[in-house]
């Protein structure tokens, strides 16, 4: 699934959208609902002298008005309120004192005892104006003009946050719900359910985490499986020649042969099982000990030549007595090479078994080293090369390195099937690869270790 977006982005998104819908819905409410009528109007006037114009007149009723420095000293009090401005005037409308400068007079008619005026504005409901005129005393008149947004605005603001917080949940709740079903997913799987999938819902890192769920537990139910195939397997393998072992010393307890020749025809094919017996359970050994941590490989220097070619003149008639042509081509440069060389034999060992019993008779087993430079460096290579006796498929081929895996679905005793993986392991550990192809009619096996 291709990731279209992130979820990180999707978030912020969600967000913003939650803040626009809350503050868009906030001011329409409160700019043709919240803040109209007489009632609102009577509790704005009613707030302001409370606040501040009531206080100010009684303080003002308490000095002595003829005398400007008592005037100001009460007005400096209130020069710097934000919204107001007051004006004390006699009843021309003639400006006495003010809190604001370069005023000298306002209108007389709108200078008498109980004026009030209210007024709002057209584009904001919120934005209000209020102006009143008080008679104090000795002719004197408190003139005030009060221009703010109405306070009630902090309140607007408090409910549009929390307003987005909740757009905002359920905005994002069909994420939450799908981490949940992850989450559960998970738990199943841990719990040994792994049928346990989630469906892919989004193109993001939920359905990218969503995937990589679903591929754990595919990982996991084939790992299952192959653990079961694996103790089968063992099973299989180890009692058919055990049962043949215990059958013949049976037969030789009863002495149940005629002759000595025959005994010895029954030992013969005990020994021979019980060295298959030993070879696999040397390999299911070696296999488990690879998989382990704690392994420790002795590097040393070494010219993969001189092992390809000892294994050749120790292997030569053995694959002559098995219709085999064995053939060795080693490269002219050097294959100086860092590695285990017990490890490393046990790579060529494997190699040449596993085509002296699968290939086909009366053909050519070819061993060639050879030199070759990828990107992540020089490396020494080698290649064990046959005719399989029995064809196999392209697909057969890329299951030749899974433990136990046999071409041959009988699963005769040909083997532990676990050569081919202790290959793979021990070149991993060498931090090398290997690789299995068909050219035509030939299997080929080629290693590839790093070069000094």
């Known amino acids: 699934m291709k990731r279209k977006i992130s979820f990180r982005f999707e978030l912020i998104l969600f967000m913003l959208i939650s803040l626009f819908i809350s503050f868009a819905l906030a001011f329409l409410i409160r700019n043709n609902i919240g803040y109209v009528g007489k009632t609102n109007e009577e509790k704005r006037i009613h707030k302001i002298y409370e606040e501040c114009i009531g206080k100010l007149e009684e303080d003002l009723m308490y000095v002595t008005l003829e ?55 057209r584009q904001d409901k919120n934005v209000f ?20 947004y109405d306070e009630n605005d902090t309140g607007m603001v408090f409910g549009a946050l929390a307003g987005s917080i909740l757009i905002f949940f359920l905005l994002i709740w069909g994420r939450i719900s799908y981490i949940s079903k992850i989450r559960a997913a998970v738990s199943g799987i841990t719990a040994g359910e792994q049928g346990c999938r989630v469906s892919c819902r989004y193109s993001n890192e939920l359905g990218a985490l969503a995937e990589d769920v679903n591929k754990m537990a595919e990982t996991l139910e084939e790992e299952e499986q192959k653990k079961n195939e694996f103790l089968t397997n063992i099973s299989h393998d180890i009692r058919t020649p055990l049962t043949t072992i215990l059958g013949y010393l049976e037969m030789i307890k009863e002495e149940k042969y005629d002759s000595k020749e025959e005994m010895q025809e029954y030992l013969n094919i005990m020994q ?45 008639e053995e694959f002559a007595e098995n219709s085999l042509e ?87 005793e040909g083997g532990s099937g676990l050569g081919l993986s202790i290959v793979q392991s021990i070149v991993k550990l060498h931090h090398g690869f290997v690789e299995a192809y068909l050219d035509g009619k030939e299997l080929v096996i080629a290693v590839f270790l790093r070069g000094k």
Not at 69 to 80: G, N, P
Not at 90 to 104: F, H, L, M, P, S
Not at 339 to 346: E, K, P
Request: charged share 30%; hydrophobic share 35%; aromatic share 14%.
């Open 67 to 121: 005398n400007r420095a008592d005037r100001e000293k009460i007005l400096s009090q209130y020069r710097y309120l934000v919204g107001y401005e007051f004006y004390l005037v006699d009843a021309q409308g003639n400006v006495v004192d003010a809190t604001i400068d370069n005023v000298q007079k306002i209108d007389n008619a709108d200078i008498y005892d109980g004026m009030k005026h209210y007024s709002v504005s």
């Open 129 to 148: 104006q209020i102006q009143g005129c008080d008679y104090l005393k000795d002719g004197i008149y408190l003139f005030y003009n009060y221009l703010k």
């Open 272 to 316: 021979r099982k019980g060295n298959f017996l030993a070879s696999m359970l040397e390999d299911f050994f070696q296999y488990s000990k690879l998989q382990s941590e704690d392994i420790k490989i002795e590097y040393i220097d070494f010219e993969l030549n001189e092992l390809l070619r000892q294994f050749y003149e120790d292997e030569l």
């Open 326 to 412: 064995l053939k060795i081509e080693l490269c002219e440069e050097s294959t100086l090479c860092s590695g285990d060389t017990d490890l490393l034999a046990r790579v060529v060992n494997n190699l040449l078994m596993n085509a002296l019993k699968y290939a086909k008779e009366n053909t050519q087993v070819t061993i060639k080293s050879f030199i070759e430079e990828k990107d992540q460096g020089r490396y020494v290579c080698f290649w064990v090369r046959n005719i399989p006796g029995k064809q196999i498929s392209e697909e057969q081929v890329k299951l030749l390195f899974e433990r136990l895996y046999k071409c041959d679905a009988a699963r005769s």
